[in-house]
Structures are given as C-alpha cells and as structure tokens.
C-alpha cells in the first residue's frame, strides 16, 4: 500500500510512504488514481490542503469525517481485526491493543499523536500526500510520522493505491505503540540521515520495505504479519504466505527486486522481535556508505 518513486538515475523503486508526490492538485494520470471520481478527488484534495498549512508543534486540524467516510473506516478496520487474529504477529496484536484505536469511526489524527506520544514519544505530522523516503525516513529520528488524513475511495474499500488513513494509524500507528518497533523506527531514520550516497539511501529504503512495511515473524502455525503494508491491506493479509517466504537476511534483500503495484512475491520472516532487532535494528544502527556498497557488490 506505501507508494514509492522511481528512482530517475537506477531505475529502482524508493518507498514514500505518505506525502509530497501527489498532494493537492495533481494530475491523476501521473499517480496511478485515474480511476477515482472526481468526487473523490475533491474531497481527498480538500483534506490535503488542510494537511499541507499545519505548523510543527501546533495541535492537527481536525476533519469532519462524513457518515460515509466512518463506514468505511468501520467495514475495512473490522475486516481486518478478524484476518488480524489470525495472520498478524503477536507483538503486532498486543501493540494494536495498547494503542486502542477505536473500530467505530474514523479517529482525529491529534488524538491518536497524543495517544502514540505518551505510549512511546511518536507524534503524528500529518501530510498532504506522499513524502519522499528520505525526508519521511529521516523524520523518524526526531519522533515524528508524516501521515495522511484522507481515507481510500470507497469504492474500492479494501484496496488504495496510496497509504491513506487506515494504513497510517492501523499499521504503523500500531506498531509504533510498542517500545521496541518504535526503536526500530527510529534506527532506521538514523540510518536515512547518516548515509550520503543515493544508492545507499535508496539500499536503506528496500530495507524498510521489506521490514517495517511487509516484514514477517516466525510462529508455530506459520509466518505472521507485522509490516504495515500487509496488516492494512486485507489483500496482502490473503495472499502473503502464497510468496517466496524467506530467512530474514539483509544481504539476500541487495539481490531480490520487488514491484509495489502487485501482491509481493518474495517476503522476509524474522525468527522473533528480537532477530529481527539483531538483523535490521544492527543494520540500521551501523550502517554507512562504506558497508553498504561492499552489500551491494554481487559476484557475476
């Protein structure tokens, strides 16, 4: 569900999880949203811009959620609590169950920031669109997660061509409630900050995908979902255990391509919380320009 952008020099694909890309009055036919209404797109621009005047440090707007707009929060999330019990990972439950977000309509951005502050010192920004990886990464560092305020169209409630709302609060909201997810997102926004290169940068970025967006945990009846992109996504909550499930190993993730407008086809599963803080979080916390291109370099 995270949206990315091409990277203009490799070809590659960077994750921009929320923010800038799109924003307000973009051209549909450049962001994959041709097919939603123009309705749809007034209403999402309108909230966008409500996003794009907020001041850091000063309390988020709050939006006026339609009736509509809180039954579709209603239908996706309570979809997705029942697919949760059984595929999403333990930690991932209990974290979802400490921030407490309510199934009942769609909730104020500044309530749940305050909420995720007093839990573990994340505060929500929100933002009008997509954000660039390093700009949104980076930010992780400093306790901050630029997140949207709109939610998908309803006429497609359980799939969205770009993070909105429900993948903000429900996947990563969640995970972020809990004190050694949240270390790991700020590993890696120190990682973001401390490379140069945009080939290492770009390296950090597939790390996070296939970790903090569509990572797995090990479990006794089978590999369970903790990355945001897959317990927000009740597509991706079907199919994952159907992909390449592979050990959790940052040097195989230098070899694997992965295409983020299809179902993902090859997932990494960590053996527990705490592999998978001694895998990426070790990554993360040392990681520099030198280390990662010797990653990078692939006998022929």
């Known amino acids: 569900m995270s949206t990315f952008e091409p990277d203009q020099n490799s070809g590659h694909l960077l994750p921009m999880t929320t923010a800038g890309g ?16 123009p309705a749809y797109r007034k209403r999402r621009d309108e909230i966008a811009a409500r996003a794009a005047e907020h ?24 979809r997705l609590a029942e697919r949760h019990r059984d595929l999403a990972a333990p930690e991932f439950l209990a974290a979802a169950e400490r921030l407490g977000v309510a199934e009942d309509g769609v909730p104020q951005l500044q309530d749940v920031s305050e909420r995720l502050h007093g839990l573990t010192g994340f505060r929500l920004r929100p933002a009008p669109g997509v954000v660039p990886f390093a700009l949104f990464c980076g930010s992780l560092a400093d306790g901050y997660f630029h997140s949207t305020q709109y939610l998908r169209d309803g006429a497609t409630p359980f799939y969205s061509t770009e993070p909105d709302i429900l993948h903000e609060v429900i996947g990563h909201g969640s995970a972020m409630a809990d004190d050694r997810f949240a270390a790991l997102y700020r590993l890696a926004g120190e990682a973001v900050r401390r490379v140069e290169s945009e080939t290492a940068v770009q390296f950090v970025a597939k790390t996070f995908w296939f970790t903090v967006e569509c990572g797995l945990l090990d479990a006794v009846d089978g590999p369970r979902a903790y990355g945001a992109s897959i317990v927000s996504s009740y597509g991706e909550l079907e199919h994952f255990r159907s992909a390449d499930i592979r050990p959790l190993d940052i040097a195989d993730m230098a070899r694997v391509d992965y295409d983020i407008t299809q179902y993902q086809t090859t997932l990494y599963s960590a053996r527990s919380l705490a592999h998978l803080e001694d895998v990426a979080g070790e990554f993360w916390a040392s990681c520099d320009d030198t ?5 990078l370099v692939v006998d022929i």
Not at 60 to 74: C, G, N, P, S
């Open 22 to 37: 799109r924003g307000m009055n973009s051209d549909p036919a450049t962001t994959g949203l041709e097919d939603e209404s």
């Open 55 to 78: 001041v850091l440090g000063e309390p988020i707007a709050a939006v006026e959620y339609t009736e509509a707009e809180h039954a579709l929060w209603r239908l996706v999330s309570q």
């Open 291 to 295: 280390s990662i291109e010797k990653l």
